[in-house]
Structure formats: structure tokens, C-alpha cells
């Protein structure tokens, strides 16, 4: 959860105004796991992350969006 937040709070520092896929965060998580990786998937990501970070449909992406529900964590 700390590596998903981690990549959530850099992108929105680089690009405040292009929302973050959430099929990227899957492949970013996939990738750093080259080793240890476990089957991943957008709906493992939304059950682990899911109280701490925010998923919305993004029409001009065609694609689920991933956001800090709280700006405090």
C-alpha cells in the first residue's frame, strides 16, 4: 500500500492536472516486484487501497482514475 501511495502522491506532484490510471499503478507495482511478484490486478488494488485512495472513470482516458482521498496521508 505504501509503494501505491508513494506513486499516487509523485504523479500529482509532476502532472497536477492529468489524473493517474489505475492500470498503470498495476504495471509500476508489477515491475518493481521483479522477483517476489504475486498475481496483481486492478481489483487486488482496489481492496488493499481502497479506504486511503479514490477510483473514478475517467471518460477522456477511457480508463479508471486513482486519486489521495486524503491529502493528510
Not at 492500470?23 to 488494488?45: P, S, T
Not at 477522456?60 to 496521508?73: I, N, Q
Request: with cysteine; net charge negative.
Amino acid at each position: 500500500m505504501r509503494h501505491v501511495i508513494r506513486w499516487v502522491c509523485f504523479h500529482n506532484i509532476l502532472w497536477t492536472d492529468r489524473p493517474l490510471a489505475a492500470l498503470i499503478l498495476v504495471d509500476v507495482y508489477i515491475g518493481a516486484q521483479k522477483e517476489n511478484c504475486h498475481l496483481v490486478n486492478f481489483e487486488l488494488l482496489k481492496d488493499t487501497c481502497g479506504c486511503l485512495i479514490t477510483f473514478t472513470y475517467n471518460e477522456e482516458l477511457d480508463s479508471e482514475c486513482v486519486a489521495v482521498v486524503y491529502y493528510t496521508v
